[in-house]
Structures are given as structure tokens and as C-alpha cells.
């Protein structure tokens, strides 16, 4: 059977293959892991759907998978070798064959390889290349006899099909590239992996929405000294280290639910908004090879300090790169903490298709009015990100009153239903 690479859902459309856990010719258990995937989300281990042999294995290491293209071959039982002019059945050849005339090489017997096989191929008009691939070709109206392959035995791989134009040799030289390294010496990172994968989502939500950023500051001075009482007895009796981050959460909930369209989704095929009555909230964790956004769900019905201790789990399994692909799904609201890394204000970009972002800064003394007289406060600076096109800049500060407040007075916040 051909194992193809599965929809993981959220928007994940390919992959890197990372690791091949297997190699050809050996015995697989069912649910046995054969390959790590790694996708924007996290490095995920791909499991056997069924128990065989590896017959073949289509892709190299650290290349790009499509969710749909065919990862390997799996014989469900592995059969005794079979003559060389034996015809392969439909259902266990792992290759499709274009129509060749009698006495071309089959699938089954020896195949000649490297420039023997470029050689036969005009003489039989046979092409070694699996469904997926031929697929792509007719998708981009490219004739596949026509692309060398360069993948075992002249395969025709995927990335043949697509570094292929029939117009190639007609072109002329190629505009000259800038020289980056006019002045010096310069450093080439492939952009691959997580970075890859957020750079295209973070261009597909500036492209699919009309994102507008808002910015405040709240009084925290209370907040500050709340957390300095409760910290020690959360970590004595709880086990758990007690940050701001909690306290935000549960300030942004009770605002959430005052003001349900920013808990949103546009649905644009039915035009229809999506107010979401369930509060999963997504916090940013940056990791070695990129920001990663763990969802707490149902953060509503969590204390200060469940949330924290399960804010501590996703970032450590976040930046250790197996967390579960569950704990990042499902997002309603998103929470990115700059202000750790001593970031006052920004201008963050709504994790699509969320219609919503907060951004929270460092918290620093200032001198404020306060009970009609300057003294030095606490102060959070806050940037508020919004899709323009589910709500309007009044509802958006409205939002953030309410969020003000409940930070200014986090009672409040706690005592919320």
C-alpha cells in the first residue's frame, strides 16, 4: 500500500522529513513510527497504518512533503520473490507505468539505472514515477516522459516535476542575482522548517485580513503586589512558579466574554462570524527554531495556578519539540509575552484565523497620577491587534477597558464567572 503523508489539520499543508526511522526491506509493525515529520507546529512521528515490509521509500531526508504525496510503499505481506517476467498485480506495484511496447524493461525485472535508463527512455516511452508525482504533472500540464528523473532507478520525483519547464533550454541566462556578499562576508541559513512555515502564515493573515493594532497601558501596581503575596505559597503548596502570564489570561477571559467578537472567526465562504463560545487561549512560546503557540483550553474554568502549571508543560514541550499536535489546535485568542525580552509596544500579527491578538510589554516604573496625586507606578504596556473586517475600533477599546481594568483590579478578573 502507498502511505501518504496524512492532513494534520490547522492549516498544516506540508511537511520536512526529518528522520527516516526505517529503511527498505525492513518488517514494520501497525502504529509503528517509521519516519519524524516536522511541520510548523512540531516534530511529529509518522506511524505504520498497517504491519509489512518497506518496499520503497520516496522522499530524502530533509526534503518537503505534501500532505497527499505518497511517503512510502508498505507490502502488507511480504511475498516470495517472484520471476523477473512476472507482470506486477495493479494492487502491490508501487509505481505506475505508462503504456510500453512489448519487450520494454518491466517494473519487476532488472531495470537498468542512471544513464542506462535516460538511455532506454526514448526507445519505450516508460516512465518510473509513482501516483502522486503523475498527478502533479497533469496538474501543471507538464509531460513526465519528457523529465529525467533523478530520484532510484530514474524515478521521476516530485522535485523534478517542479524544477522542470519544457522551455528550459530556450531560456536566456538568468537576470544577475545582487551580491549580498559585495561588502563582506555573508552567512546562508535556509529558511526551512518552523521559520519557513511562519513566514508563509504570517503572509497569509496580512494577505486574508485587515489586521489594526491598538495600544494602552494599565496601572498594574496592585497585580505586582498580589503576585509578590501568593508566589511563595504557589510554589510551596501548588509546585508551580507563579508569573504574570496567569493573571493576564484570566483578566483576558473576563473581557473575552464582555465582548464575545473579538472570540471570533470569519467564516468567508458562508459570510457568516463565528462567535465562539468556548475560551481557548493560544500563548506564544519562542523556541530555538522559531515561535511556537501552545492553546490552553478552556482557560475559563482554570485557576491562576492550573494555568500555570500547564503553561509551564506546553512551553517546555514546545521548545523541546514534542509537544502534541492537540495542544495546537483550537485557539480562539492569542496571548504574545515581548514584554519578556524588555519589548514596550508592538504591533503583533492575529494568528489567522483568530480575529485577535494581544500583545503584552515589559512592566516598568512610571510616574502617574494616582488618587489625585504623582507617584510612581507599575505599568504594563499593552498592543491589541484586530481583524477590521469582524469588528470596529470602538468595540476594540472597548475591549480593552474592560481588559485594563481587570488587570488594574485583577479581583475582578478572579471573581468573574
Known sequence: MEFEFPDLGEGVTEGELRKWLVKVGDVVKKDQSIAEMET???????????AGRIAELLHEEGGTVRVGEVLAVIEEEPSEERPKEEAPSEEKAPLEEMPAEEGSVSVVGE????EELAAARPATDKVL???AVRRLAREMKIDITKIKGTGPDGRVTEDDVRSFSPVKEERVAPAMQPKFDLYGWVDRVPLKGIRRSTARHMIEAQ???AQVTVMDVADVTDLVALRERVKEYAMREKGVKLTYLPFVIKAVVAALKRHPYLNAELNEETQEILLKKYYNIGVAVATDDGLMVPVIKAADAKDVYALAKEMAELSEQARSRRIDLGDLRGGTFTITNYGVFGGTFATPIANHPEVAI??????????MVHDGEIAIRKVMHLSLTFDHRVLDGAEAAKFLNDLIRFLEDPALALMEP
Open 129 to 131: 514515477a509513482t501516483p
Open 111 to 114: 531495470l537498468p539505472v542512471g
Open 40 to 50: 510548523d507546529k512540531a516534530i511529529v512521528e509518522m506511524p505504520s497504518p498497517v
Open 358 to 367: 494581544l500583545g503584552t510589554g515589559r512592566i516598568s516604573d512610571r510616574p
Open 207 to 209: 494577505t486574508a485580513s
